[in-house]
């Protein structure tokens, strides 16, 4: 599958049950490589970059089963620290797999991490925080090789920006090392409470989850084999869904969600002039027939606008009434799917990091190409308003983060053919 075409304008309606977090799944999947045992991991997504981790868990030696969205690992049985570039290049998650080996190994070899490119993404901070645990490198062009002497010691790890990536990457080290280590201005993602949670039921002592400043006990082993995690709602994929019923007027109803996670984005789709019912255990949106009114942010991180739904949102105000602005906070070239939205039709200037947007009452069919995860999304979402017929190239990188998309999608109405090389 390379392209999908779209059949537009569709009124999107139905119920959606929105999967686990992928942002959440993926650390967690790595970080159970701490545990000298089995452990069972619940609700975790089938989506391309949780594939591509447990191919590498395979390939260290991990024993995986796998049965209705559950995966029991036992890592009793790793054989290795050399990471091949096939594993390393393609998903940005594999940063955290250099705590687990140097921990069981004292030494790892592996490539700078891959993933989407919507930025500079240096892995700087986590390179600042290891070495502040004991970690000494060599970085020679592509490749990292990492050792240390025996064991982690804690440290006190001062983050000039908040980051969830070398949040994750402290606390992993951290869990093991030899006495208190103490992170600051550490990310209150929920995301990062996840993996906090996680590892704490599997043994480790981590104090000050959802605050900027966490503290880390460091202890000799973690025990607790053969327990159970049940991985939380996507977060981006609810509000994605939530933005689908906005722009087409539509009403859907996302499932197995929790409305604290989505407060500000719940927020801006409010004033937008949706009506939003929230349950105990789903989120309603539904737009009355009603054109959505255009709303300006900024993203930033937790509890500010996430920058994963800041292309979602660009296709809100692209057609709601009025002008509006994005600033974009987090990253740097977050910006592919604009020029694809003005070949649709949309009124849209860009000025460094701000995006400009004057609302215009309808986009129109046009050829266009994905260029990572959420602009493949957002760009879908565009063409289920756009009149006639919208063709997306490399519409793969949308398996990336979101499971059974094109079934969902067709749950609730989209008009589509997908076409494979």
């Known amino acids: 599958m390379n392209k999908i075409c779209i059949k537009g304008p569709s009124k999107l309606i139905g119920d959606i049950k929105i999967s686990g977090s992928k942002n959440s799944v993926l650390p967690i999947l790595i970080l159970s490589l701490f545990l000298d045992g089995e452990v069972i991991i619940k609700n975790v997504?089938?989506?391309?970059?949780?594939?591509?981790?447990?191919?590498?868990?395979?390939?260290?030696?991990?024993?995986?089963?796998?049965?209705?969205?559950?995966?029991?690992?036992?890592?009793?049985?790793?054989?290795?620290?050399?990471?091949?570039?096939?594993?390393?290049?393609?998903?940005?998650?594999?940063?955290?797999?250099?705590?687990?080996?140097?921990?069981?190994?004292?030494?790892?070899?592996?490539?700078f991490p891959g993933g989407c490119s919507i930025g500079l993404r240096p892995i700087d901070l986590h390179i600042y925080a290891l070495k502040k645990l004991g970690v000494l490198f060599e970085l020679n062009n592509n490749i990292i090789s990492a050792k240390i002497n025996g064991s982690f010691f804690g440290s006190i790890i001062n983050l000039n920006k908040i980051s969830v990536g070398a949040t994750i990457t402290s606390i992993s080290a951290a869990i093991l090392a030899e006495g208190t280590t103490i992170i600051k201005n550490s990310s209150k993602e929920p995301?990062?409470?996840?993996?906090?949670?996680?590892?704490?039921?599997?043994?480790?002592?981590?104090?000050?989850?959802g605050t900027n400043e966490i503290k880390v006990i460091g202890k000799k082993k973690l025990n607790n084999i053969g327990k159970s995690y049940y991985i939380p709602f996507d977060r981006i994929?609810?509000?994605?869904?939530?933005?689908?019923?906005?722009?087409?007027?539509?009403?859907?109803?996302?499932?197995?969600?929790?409305?604290?996670?989505?407060?500000?984005?719940?927020n801006k789709l409010k004033n937008t002039g949706a009506s939003i019912n929230v349950g105990n255990d789903f989120i309603n949106l539904n737009m009355n027939s009603k054109r959505p009114k255009s709303v300006s942010l900024y993203t930033f991180p937790y509890p500010g606008f996430p920058t994963d739904m800041q292309p979602q949102f660009s296709i809100l105000n692209s057609i709601g009434t009025g002008s509006s602005y994005i600033i974009e906070n987090i990253f740097e070239n977050r910006f592919t799917h604009v020029n694809e939205l003005i070949s649709?039709?949309?009124?849209?200037?860009?000025?460094?990091?701000?995006?400009?947007?004057?609302?215009?009452?309808?986009?129109?069919?046009?050829?266009?190409?994905?260029?990572?995860?959420?602009?493949?999304?957002?760009?879908?979402?565009?063409?289920?308003?756009?009149?006639?017929?919208?063709?997306?190239?490399?519409?793969?990188?949308i398996n990336r983060g979101y499971e059974n998309i094109f079934s969902k999608l067709k749950s609730i109405g989209l008009n589509f053919k997908l076409f494979f090389d």
């Open 45 to 111: 997504p089938n989506i391309f970059d949780v594939n591509i981790v447990i191919k590498l868990l395979i390939y260290i030696g991990s024993k995986i089963e796998y049965s209705n969205s559950t995966y029991y690992i036992n890592n009793k049985f790793i054989n290795t620290s050399s990471i091949p570039y096939e594993f390393a290049s393609k998903i940005r998650a594999s940063i955290w797999i250099i705590a687990p080996l140097l921990y069981r190994f004292n030494c790892v070899n592996t490539f």
């Open 191 to 209: 995301e990062v409470i996840d993996v906090i949670n996680f590892l704490n039921m599997l043994g480790a002592n981590i104090i000050g989850a």
């Open 237 to 266: 994929e609810t509000g994605t869904f939530l933005i689908a019923a906005a722009i087409s007027r539509g009403n859907i109803t996302c499932e197995n969600v929790k409305f604290d996670r989505l407060k500000i984005v719940l």
């Open 344 to 397: 649709m039709g949309a009124n849209i200037i860009i000025k460094n990091n701000k995006i400009i947007f004057y609302g215009v009452n309808n986009l129109f069919g046009s050829i266009i190409e994905a260029k990572d995860l959420r602009s493949s999304i957002s760009l879908v979402l565009a063409g289920s308003i756009a009149i006639g017929e919208t063709i997306i190239n490399n519409i793969n990188y």
